[in-house]
Every structure is written in structure tokens, then in C-alpha cells.
Nanobody
């Protein structure tokens, strides 16, 4: 599996949309977990959304109905709609290449992922 590389961050006004992408090649792994996390300045990193190899998803309560996680063969996406100033954070893509953890346990942090990208900054202005 290759390095995780995020892109798509930027600045947007409240109510706007952004789509984050992450190069996430599963290689020969048949089971894996992928997730998006974010870290707001001065706060601990938190789970945003997760997806397994068979498409099961989970979301943090704060982003449900606004964010959508998806993937194609080698790219993980996070579509973010109706963005709010409190969504301002550095967003990280992460993976566990070997286990398809229940996605809610990935979002909650019970099942930590072991491969991480460097992050992409999202800034939402009011």
C-alpha cells in the first residue's frame, strides 16, 4: 500500500461545499478500513467518517447529513456540504490495511488506524 496523500482543502464561506480526496491504494489487501479525521486547533483529533472495503459507513453526529464518505478503487473522498465555521480544521485521511473494523468504532476512536496522511486544511468563514 502506498502513502496516503490528501488534497482538496481550502477556504470557503459558511454554507459552501468542498470535496477532499485521498490517494489510498489498498494494494493486495482484501479487508481494510479507511477514515477521515480532523483536528481543530487546540483540540484533540476526532473521527469524522469511516468506510470499510464492502462499503459500510459511519459518521460523527456533528457531520451526519452534511458529509459523505466514499471511495473508488484507489481514492477516498469526503464530500462536505453546508459547511460551518466549526468545521474549520486540518483533515486527515487514515487507513488500516488488513482489517475491516466496524466503521462506528473507527469514528469513535475505539479502533485506531495505523497509516496516516499529512493532512489538508479546511477553513470555513462566517
Amino acid at each position: 500500500q502506498g502513502q496516503l496523500i490528501e488534497s482538496g482543502g481550502g477556504s470557503v464561506e459558511a454554507g459552501g461545499s468542498l470535496r477532499l480526496s485521498c490517494q489510498a491504494n489498498p494494494g493486495t489487501s482484501r479487508q481494510f478500513s479507511l477514515g477521515w479525521f480532523r483536528q481543530i486547533s487546540g483540540k484533540e483529533r476526532e473521527g469524522v467518517a469511516a468506510i470499510t472495503n464492502d462499503g459500510k459507513t459511519a459518521y460523527a453526529e456533528s457531520v451526519k447529513a452534511r458529509f459523505t464518505i466514499s471511495r473508488d478503487k484507489n481514492t477516498l473522498y469526503l464530500q462536505m456540504n453546508n459547511l460551518k465555521p466549526e468545521d474549520t480544521a486540518t483533515y486527515y485521511c487514515a487507513a488500516d490495511w488488513g482489517t475491516d473494523w466496524t466503521p462506528s468504532t473507527v469514528v469513535s476512536g475505539i479502533r485506531p488506524l495505523n497509516s496516516w496522511g499529512r493532512g489538508t486544511l479546511v477553513t470555513v468563514s462566517s
